[in-house]
């Protein structure tokens, strides 16, 4: 194993038994009292940010909450006894905060309730996000499903590691056109499995490899782009596993399956899952290589119970944009951010929930 990797492991492992120390020490009406506080603590300054925000954009500065978000942040940094330091690196810290989060809350707040309440009943919207949480939940299963086995070999080390996880990296600095072209070449006509075709004989059903215009070309660009974020998150997490603990069911005669299934899986799962999360958001997002590839692609609409055509969201705003300005493609990105963030913090709440291995 290589050193870095013995260094990420010791890593893990320290602050695995530190966590497992804070468990045994707190009682469970003391570890629920504290998540209540935590929880209603977040909530009033949660509350008060959006009231500020509100404010401010109602006397036509929305500018001005910038202000009010550093300043508060360095003052709940300085009521917590965080010394000099910490203020400023709160301050610093939700300077970034309010560049992320900012122009966001001001696109939700210009939008027009009807014109947003329209465009959500608008069936090429719905099928635009229908097939933009559909097409990469099978991307992240597909990162998930491959990407453990490879995760856990790179946790484990060995020689040349650091070539394949510069090539399991690679897309993330990748161009995204790039990625779509690399797709083309690759599985396209004349690529490593383009035309080829086979039969299932008792159904009659005959499958080609098609990468353009088809869902499956869709999901290879996916896959292509988010694969990284599930096999580096599992890979964080199977290294954060006791090493000790799994040498100690192997000495009880547990093999390696068995020490898997029972011992890494369970304390590993959480990374696992949020890399699949993840890797479903990068997917979601993805706009050029999906472009390149599957512009608009023909897939089995369940709510209709029939085969349609349609468009990956980030794809369909786009056009819609330079087609119907910005309000109408605002209203359409609304929709989509709504339903990212609420899949997407319902996901995470579920893997952060201390109820453990499901």
Do not use: C
């Not at 003391?30 to 977040?42: H, N, P, Y």
């Not at 946790?155 to 394949?164: D, E, T």
């Amino acid at each position: 194993m290589s050193t870095d990797t013995e260094t990420r492991g010791e890593a893990g492992r320290r602050s695995d038994d530190a966590s497992a120390s804070r468990r045994a020490t707190d009682s469970p009406a003391e570890s629920l009292g504290d998540r209540i506080g935590a929880g209603t603590t977040v909530l009033a300054v949660v509350s008060v940010q959006l009231v500020a925000f509100a404010a401010a954009l109602a006397v036509g500065y929305p500018g001005a909450y910038a202000g009010f978000a550093v300043l508060s942040a360095a003052a709940i940094a300085a009521r917590r006894n965080r010394g000099a330091f910490g203020v400023l690196a709160a301050a610093l810290g939700t300077v970034l905060l309010v560049a992320l989060g900012l122009p966001l809350l001001m696109m939700v707040a210009r939008q027009d309730p009807g014109l947003v309440a329209e465009t959500a009943a608008d069936p090429a919207v719905q099928q635009a996000l229908y097939l933009s949480v559909y097409a990469p939940l099978l991307a992240a299963v597909a990162s998930v499903a491959l990407g453990v086995p490879l995760a856990l070999v790179l946790a484990r080390g060995f020689p040349g590691q650091q070539l394949v996880e510069s090539l399991v990296d690679l897309p993330l600095v990748v161009p995204h056109s790039v990625a779509g072209l690399a797709i083309l070449f690759g599985f396209g006509e004349g690529g490593a499995f383009g035309g080829v075709e086979f039969t299932v004989p008792v159904i009659e059903f005959t499958f080609k490899f098609t990468v353009l215009q088809t869902m499956l070309g869709m999901v290879l660009a996916m896959t292509f782009v988010s694969a990284p974020f599930a096999v580096n998150a599992a890979r964080e997490a199977f290294e954060s596993v006791p090493t000790r603990v799994e040498w100690a069911a192997r000495t009880l005669g547990a093999n390696r399956f068995e020490t898997f299934r029972r011992v890494t899986a369970p304390l590993a799962w959480r990374g696992v899952l949020t890399g699949g999360v993840l890797a479903w958001a990068r997917a979601v997002s993805e706009f050029g290589a999906v472009a390149i590839v599957a512009y608009s692609v023909e897939f089995f609409y369940l709510p209709e119970g029939e085969s349609l055509s349609a468009q990956h969201a980030p794809v369909f705003i786009y056009n819609t944009y330079l087609s119907s300005g910005l309000q109408r493609s605002g209203a359409v990105a609304t929709l989509l951010l709504a339903l990212s963030a609420l899949i997407f913090l319902l996901v995470r709440t579920v893997a952060y929930d201390d109820g453990g291995w499901p």
